[in-house]
């Protein structure tokens, strides 16, 4: 069964091969959001494939986000197009503007300040999430003990993914390649090379989870019982369907 999710400062979202559940917490009350995100059998043919196996991994990651998420993907994937066929001057008088520089960071250095609690707390909430899916990967089921006890790195990690992204655009970065097809074709290989990190212990594991240091913190009490629940309601809606997709 294929697992994984992603952290929200106020929840945690776990999916599997044909559902996910999105579970919120509002003060003590737990809530939670089934959807189903089974691929269509023509999409499903091409897991394991090698490089085309990387449309299966976007189709996942974009049946998992949220409403909010999507729209604003959305809209840079337009821009973007927009840009690359109509070649339209949209990103390059950006950086032409008249803004001094210090204010541009300053801004930067506030916004993150005035959500750092949020910001830390969705970091908890990652911790949690890949501890979780260690200890069942390990173990067959969680528990707060054995939880607890797991790693909160994860070499599947979208982070490890971003870091190989923005390892292999720097390369074009450097030949001066700008083009959406390109960053496409990166995107596919960059899926390969992080299922290949994912499946294999190396030397330069430490270095492929560099950026799990800053995006994964060690979780909280509640956060870790809030995983579990939400991981456990996983297990629960998926058996119903494996049960009745077999009657």
Same mark, same amino acid.
């Given at each position: 069964? #294929?697992?994984?999710?992603?952290?929200?400062?106020?929840? *945690?979202?776990?999916?599997?091969?044909?559902?996910?559940?999105?579970?919120?917490?509002?003060?003590?009350?737990?809530?939670?959001?089934?959807?189903?995100?089974?691929?269509?059998?023509?999409?499903?043919?091409?897991?394991?494939?090698?490089?085309?196996?990387?449309?299966?991994?976007?189709?996942?990651?974009?049946?998992?986000?949220?409403?909010?998420?999507?729209?604003? !993907?959305?809209?840079?994937?337009?821009?973007?197009?927009?840009?690359?066929?109509?070649?339209?001057?949209?990103?390059?008088?950006?950086?032409?503007?008249?803004?001094?520089?210090?204010?541009?960071?300053? !801004?930067?250095?506030?916004?993150?300040?005035?959500?750092?609690?949020?910001?830390?707390?969705?970091?908890?909430?990652?911790?949690?999430?890949?501890?979780?899916?260690?200890?069942?990967?390990?173990?067959?089921?969680?528990?707060?003990?054995?939880?607890?006890?797991?790693?909160?790195?994860? #070499?599947?990690?979208?982070?490890?993914?971003?870091? *190989?992204?923005? *390892?292999?655009?720097?390369?074009?970065?450097?030949?001066?390649?700008?083009?959406?097809?390109?960053?496409?074709?990166?995107?596919?290989?960059?899926?390969?090379?992080?299922?290949?990190?994912?499946?294999?212990?190396? #030397?330069?594991?430490?270095?492929?989870?560099?950026?799990?240091?800053?995006?994964?913190?060690?979780? #909280?009490?509640?956060?870790?019982?809030?995983?579990?629940?939400?991981?456990?309601?996983?297990?629960?809606?998926?058996?119903?369907?494996?049960?009745?997709?077999?009657?």
């Amino acid at each position: 069964m #294929k697992l994984g999710g992603y952290a929200h400062n106020n929840g *945690i979202t776990f999916f599997c091969d044909v559902l996910k559940v999105k579970t919120t917490k509002v003060k003590e009350d737990i809530q939670y959001e089934v959807d189903w995100i089974l691929p269509k059998r023509w999409l499903r043919k091409l897991e394991g494939k090698f490089i085309l196996g990387g449309i299966l991994v976007g189709y996942y990651q974009w049946r998992i986000m949220n409403i909010k998420y999507k729209i604003l !993907m959305t809209l840079l994937i337009a821009l973007i197009l927009l840009e690359e066929i109509f070649h339209l001057p949209l990103f390059e008088g950006v950086s032409t503007l008249p803004i001094n520089q210090k204010w541009f960071y300053g !801004m930067m250095v506030l916004t993150i300040l005035v959500n750092i609690r949020k910001i830390i707390r969705l970091f908890q909430h990652h911790g949690a999430e890949h501890k979780v899916i260690n200890c069942y990967t390990k173990h067959g089921y969680v528990n707060r003990y054995l939880v607890k006890k797991a790693s909160r790195f994860n #070499k599947r990690c979208g982070s490890n993914l971003g870091l *190989i992204i923005i *390892i292999l655009y720097s390369i074009l970065w450097f030949f001066n390649i700008d083009s959406i097809l390109w960053f496409f074709l990166i995107f596919l290989v960059a899926v390969q090379i992080a299922k290949k990190f994912a499946l294999t212990n190396t #030397k330069w594991d430490k270095y492929i989870n560099i950026l799990q240091w800053i995006t994964v913190l060690e979780p #909280k009490e509640e956060d870790i019982d809030l995983a579990i629940n939400a991981f456990n309601y996983l297990l629960h809606t998926y058996e119903i369907y494996r049960k009745e997709s077999t009657m």
